[in-house]
């Protein structure tokens, strides 16, 4: 698969148990922000300042859609950050 919009070039499905946690730093107004969610895939996006060009981010459930994390700060606010923890 491959997109024009965010340089994906491909996606995996993920394995059950794993999701996407979201923070901000300490005095961000959070009012109206979801919460992360489950991980449901992974993409490879292309990422000239990554090592060998590329990276690969999960896609995960949040507010009734899957999100990458950069499409998640786009909406939401660049200063948000996405980890992936066990528990999903």
């Not at 491909?10 to 922000?33: M, T």
């Amino acid at each position: 698969m491959k997109s024009d919009a965010g340089g994906i070039t491909g996606v995996l499905p993920a394995f059950a148990g794993l999701r996407v946690d979201v923070a901000a730093p300490a005095g961000v107004d959070v009012a109206g922000v979801p919460g992360g969610g489950p991980v449901v895939g992974w993409v490879l996006i292309v990422d000239e300042e990554a090592p060998g060009g590329a990276r690969v981010d999960p896609v995960f459930l949040a507010a009734g859609r899957a999100w990458t994390p950069d499409q998640y700060r786009a909406a939401y606010g660049q200063q948000l950050t996405a980890r992936v923890a066990s528990g999903g």
